[in-house]
């Protein structure tokens, strides 16, 4: 399954604090179908299929123009692995594994 990274930052908001456009956001992936998130300090890690992840993405990036942004910026990375099921989480825990041995 493939697993996102998104940040997306509202521009021309008028203050430095993104707090609320980081929590209008999360509300925003309440609505969407067939994913799973995570937020983190630095962005939002989704996991689904790549169509899910894909509208995911489109109503973030929406999300802070709705709120009054002039300009937003949206970074994507995607890892689509399909020779086996990963997730974010199975992808922590291989490190995690590997770092135990040392």
């Known amino acids: 399954m493939p697993i996102a990274e998104v940040t997306v930052i509202p521009i021309g908001?008028?203050?430095?604090?993104?707090?609320?456009?980081?929590?209008?956001?999360?509300?925003?992936l309440k609505t969407v179908e067939g994913i799973t998130y995570e937020l983190t300090s630095?962005?939002?890690?989704?996991?689904?299929?790549?169509q899910r992840i894909f509208a995911a993405v489109e109503a973030l990036h929406e999300s802070?123009?709705?709120?009054g942004a002039e300009r937003v910026s949206t970074?994507?990375?995607?890892?689509?692995?399909?020779?086996?099921?990963?997730?974010?989480?199975?992808?922590?825990?291989?490190?995690?594994?590997k770092l135990q041995v040392d």
Request: aromatic share 4%; net charge positive.
């Open 13 to 28: 908001t008028g203050s430095t604090s993104l707090s609320s456009y980081v929590a209008d956001m999360q509300r925003v």
């Open 42 to 50: 630095m962005g939002t890690i989704i996991e689904g299929p790549l």
């Open 64 to 67: 802070p123009f709705a709120a």
């Open 75 to 97: 970074s994507l990375k995607i890892d689509d692995r399909r020779d086996k099921p990963s997730t974010s989480r199975g992808k922590l825990e291989s490190v995690e594994r």
